[in-house]
């Protein structure tokens, strides 16, 4: 028997593991589809309900997806070589089938104790590579290795993807446990859910997708990433399916694809020009993922580990509730802050802006404002995420300094202060706090301390 792993990959579609467990069943056995709950996992810093949530609803998703092709999916609740260990002592599988993951270290260390658990059992645990990643190989600097992202893309965009859609493939499955997990078993993650954030499952994803894969919201994309006055209508919005391998990168990026394809045959030279301009601008941001997470591939302390600082500085506890609350005095980072609350996203711009503000300008430590971050925004994925506060609180390789002056993004952004009434309905009245801090003084005092870190560490 064979036992095919989910874990962030939580899909049928452009499902290599899947694929090769089902051609290996004349070898190996029967395939035991599993999704392991694990309370350690649960209780990790980063995971928070609103990622259990959408987790349940992918898994549920997933479940109607495996009934339509004959199958089922198993849910186990319990530590995975736990888990693993008690189907084993049941079933005797001889193989373990999952994606190779680029993650957060409680998550790459649970993966590194399956492997370790497989190897004393003699089971073969198959890791199988996803998103172009290349584990054990270094490159000094995966952004300057764009071209390798670009061939794949460019195969990526051709190949044909694998579906089991529409398929029966019921005499591949072993048969079901028979005991199924009651959900409400589960421990539940800390925090609360989002009212507005978007819901896990593919056919969500395929929505999603659909809204956004138009040739008129294509070709206004690369003119509504910056404001979160436009970027939640005119984002894709992808990236907490991405994050939970609802789709894949391949998929999307057909998409993309089959829509400049259509294009092609219809409308005007202008028109085409602009439609594949926009699909560039975004095949880059799906260059850039690429590169963050072969980044953390590389260097797995990118968590843990600062390059500039190397012990994390004193936390001011009121700067920090302020911060976390929406309750700094600085109208536009509040809004955005709420913002977050409600719908767990923001756009990039937005995001960069929350970090910079609160590590060079309040200065908090980076370590903190990652963690909570990760913890509101949905499609928190370690490899992006630590790659991204690490450059806008100015504690990465980074050549640049980035530091966004939050009245400046509010000028630019925000002009007619739409988004801010929106968001902070406080503001304006006795309820809303005066800044706490000077923004100009505390602009001058943190550029200053971000240099000399960097100059110290450059000597
Ligand atoms: C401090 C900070 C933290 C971030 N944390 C995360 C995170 O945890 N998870 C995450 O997916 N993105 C993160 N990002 C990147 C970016 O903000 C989000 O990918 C984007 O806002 C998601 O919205 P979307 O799917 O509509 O993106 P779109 O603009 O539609 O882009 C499509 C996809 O491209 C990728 N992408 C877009 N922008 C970037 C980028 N700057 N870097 C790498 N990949 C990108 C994402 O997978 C995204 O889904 C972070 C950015 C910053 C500044």
């Known amino acids: 028997m064979q036992v095919l792993w989910f874990k962030r990959d939580l899909r049928l579609s452009d499902h290599l593991p899947l694929f090769e467990a089902m051609r290996n069943a004349k070898h190996h056995g029967l395939v035991l589809p599993l999704y392991i709950h694990e309370p350690s996992q649960i209780a990790d810093a980063h995971t928070a309900r609103q990622h259990q949530l959408f987790v349940h609803e992918c898994l549920d998703d997933l479940k109607q997806q495996f009934a339509q092709v004959g199958g089922y999916l198993h849910e186990e609740l319990g530590e995975a070589v736990d888990v693993l260990a008690r189907l084993h002592a049941q079933f005797k599988f001889t193989h373990v089938w999952a994606h190779q993951e680029t993650t957060q270290l409680a998550q790459y260390r649970r993966d590194q104790a399956v492997a370790a658990w497989c190897k004393s059992m003699g089971v073969a645990l198959h890791e199988l590579p996803q998103n172009n990643v290349q584990r054990a190989t270094f490159m000094v600097n995966p952004f300057a290795e764009k071209i390798n992202f670009q061939t794949y893309l460019d195969r990526a965009a051709q190949e044909e993807i694998k579906n089991p859609a529409g398929r029966n493939l019921q005499a591949f499955f072993a048969p079901q446990p028979a005991v199924e997990l009651n959900r409400a078993t589960v421990p539940l993650a800390a925090g609360d859910d989002k009212p507005l954030r978007m819901i896990g499952g593919r056919a969500q994803a395929r929505a999603v997708a659909a809204k956004f894969f138009t040739p008129a919201k294509l070709r206004s994309y690369p003119f509504s990433i910056s404001s979160p006055l436009k970027a939640w209508s005119g984002c894709s919005r992808l990236s907490p399916y991405l994050a939970y391998g609802v789709v894949s990168d391949r998929e999307v990026l057909q998409k993309l694809n089959a829509l400049v394809n259509r294009v092609h045959g ?155 009434k929106r968001w902070l309905p406080e503001h304006g009245t006795a309820n809303y706090p005066a800044p706490i801090v000077d923004n100009a003084e505390s602009l001058k005092l943190g550029k200053a301390r971000l240099h000399a870190m960097r100059q110290s560490r450059l000597d």
């Not at 536009?332 to 711009?349: E, I």
């Not at 300008?361 to 499609?379: E, K, M």
């Open 266 to 420: 219809q409308g005007d030279a202008t028109h085409i020009a602009k439609v594949e301009d926009a699909a560039r601008f975004y095949v880059d941001r799906l260059i850039w993922r690429q590169g963050y997470l072969q980044q953390l591939e590389n260097h797995t302390g990118l968590e843990t580990d600062a390059f500039y600082c190397d012990e994390p500085a004193e936390v001011n506890e009121e700067f920090l509730n302020a911060w976390q609350q929406g309750r700094t005095g600085f109208a536009y980072v509040d809004a955005c802050q709420r913002f977050l609350q409600q719908t767990g996203w923001l756009n990039m711009r937005a995001r960069a802006t929350l970090v910079s503000f609160a590590c060079v300008q309040l200065g908090l430590p980076w370590q903190p404002v990652a963690l909570f971050l990760a913890q509101q925004f949905l499609d928190f994925e370690p490899a992006i995420h630590y790659g991204q506060v690490r450059i806008a609180s100015g504690t990465s390789h980074f050549s640049q300094m980035l530091v966004y002056d939050p009245l400046k993004q509010q000028a630019e952004q925000d002009p007619k202060g739409e988004f801010v």
